[in-house]
């Protein structure tokens, strides 16, 4: 059977599954957008605000309850498009509690081991109450290998909570986590539908909006940042609709897209793991030495360090989705990642001022008056 992308018969097919996506996409967007003025005004009242200085790069305070509207536009468009099943509200609940908890962290500040058992708790609430649980994995031949259940639920448990880090570490620049998370959920879209899980196309498709509705306000220079609550929110979220598409396919395959497109802020998170840890430090630690800071130090501004997480992420995301027959896409991704990637390398020697010492090139240029 010929499997090309672009074929009439494929697109007719893709189109027809990402469809249902689009709407809760467009909705969950608009309403962000509308939500995040009300957050900005919420964060003011009750003083929940990022200060400058420390470890935090922005000069001014900056509103800290972007993820309290990214969930309400997430909710509103699962609540409108999404059926009323266990695993629909599993996602919209669970997302929602750890929303709230993490607020607090926000305005206060929780110690880090009292901020782990939120995040435990939280995944043991959507793995034991919403069965949001990774029960096997895909070896090659076409193999199941079954987990027991103490060992799906220790699995499941350490990918939600994995996610939420890897989330909460991004978010170090404008733009960044919110970006990187709408391109992976546009690619976990794309994977659920070749694979016709047309309720993981519609979660996907919401929580990309949200994330789109909330950067017209936190890309650079932002005016909001999403805060702990918000990048927990992603992570939970992300991790519970990619275990939705466990059911239908083998688990290598259902967690290749999100694992793939997130690997270098996945990679991130496991370097500062390490790195606290060789200098015996709380893994909590705080710190300027991710790879958003240290493409910043280099010389790059926060736009520029988005388009690149952006294109590198865009470009991994494609690669993943090769196994699910989308070799095309990668292509155009390709093309699409080298422009960005040109762009801001020609806006970095501009503004750096940096000259090619070539004079021979001069006598390539027709002088003033001359023909």
């Given amino acids: ?63 800290l309850l972007g993820g309290v509207a990214m969930w309400a536009g997430f909710a509103l468009a699962v609540i409108l498009f999404l059926p009323h ?16 908890l993490l607020v607090i962290d926000d305005k206060w500040s929780m110690r880090p081991l009292i901020k ?32 027991a259940m103490p060992v799906a639920i220790f699995v499941s448990v350490f990918w939600l909570v994995g996610m939420q880090n890897t989330v909460n570490f991004l978010d170090g620049a404008d733009g960044l986590a919110a970006g990187v998370v709408a391109i992976v959920a546009v690619v976990l879209m794309l994977a659920a539908g070749q ?32 805060g702990d609550s918000g990048a927990h929110f992603l992570g939970v979220a992300l991790g519970m609709i990619s275990i939705l598409g466990v059911a239908k396919v083998a688990v290598a395959f259902a967690l290749a897209a999100p694992v793939v497109a997130l690997a270098v802020p996945i990679a991130d998170t496991g370097w500062a793991i390490l790195r606290r840890r060789r200098d015996r430090k709380s893994v909590a630690t705080p710190d300027l030495m991710h790879f958003h800071h240290r493409l910043q ?17 865009g470009l991994l995301g494609a690669l993943g989705l090769t196994l699910f027959g989308h070799g095309r896409i990668l292509a155009v991704v390709l093309v699409v990642g080298l422009v960005l990637a040109s762009t801001v390398t020609a806006d970095l020697l501009i503004h750096a001022g940096w000259r090619v010492p070539a004079p021979w090139l001069r006598r390539l240029l027709a002088q003033p008056g001359s023909r």
Wanted: proline share 5%; charged share 10%.
């Fill in 1 to 63: 059977m010929r499997n090309d992308f672009f074929s009439d018969e494929a697109i007719r097919s893709l189109t027809q599954h990402l469809l249902p996506g689009l709407w809760p996409f467009l909705v969950a967007a608009i309403a962000c957008a509308v939500a995040v003025p009300v957050a900005i005004a919420l964060s003011h009242r009750y003083r929940v605000l990022a200060q400058p200085g420390g470890r935090h790069a922005h000069a001014n305070v900056t509103p």
């Fill in 195 to 226: 694979q016709k899980q047309i309720e993981v196309v519609e979660l996907s498709g919401a929580l990309a909006g949200c994330c789109v509705g909330f950067l017209l306000f936190n890309f650079p220079p932002a005016r909001i940042f999403m």
């Fill in 116 to 147: 782990l058992g939120v995040q435990v708790g939280v995944a043991l609430i959507a793995v034991l109450a919403f069965d949001s649980q990774i029960t096997y994995i895909g070896v090659p031949g076409g193999h199941l290998i079954k987990f």
């Fill in 85 to 100: 099943d266990t695993s629909t509200l599993g996602v919209l609940f669970v997302s929602g509690l750890v929303t709230a």
């Fill in 297 to 313: 130090s280099f010389g790059l501004n926060a736009q520029q360090t988005c388009y690149v997480f952006y294109s590198v992420s």
